[in-house]
């Protein structure tokens, strides 16, 4: 189990960033051409999301993670909460 920040001493400064312990922000995944998957707990639909999009409301600072939360299922209609 990985703690954010946890590993901020452990990288020589300047090194670059082990993305594998931060959460994907909306900007990595635009850059990097990234599909962001959001499913749905309720009926287990899954949706790609427009990151593009989210970008403008939400900034390219926004964790992917979190995305889930103001997502809105399609097919069932639950809203995360
Ligand atoms: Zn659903």
Redesign the pocket.
């Known amino acids: 189990m990985a703690a954010y920040g946890s590993d901020r001493d452990a990288h020589p400064a300047g090194a670059p960033r082990d993305d594998t312990l931060a959460p994907m922000t909306l900007g990595n995944a635009v850059d990097n051409f990234l599909e962001v998957i959001v499913g749905?707990d309720?009926?287990g639909?899954s949706v790609a999301v427009d990151v593009t999009s989210l970008i403008e409301p939400l900034g390219r600072d926004f964790p992917v993670p979190d995305i889930e939360t103001h997502a809105r299922?399609g097919?069932?209609g639950?809203k995360k909460a």
């Open positions: 749905c309720s009926c639909h299922c097919t069932c639950v």
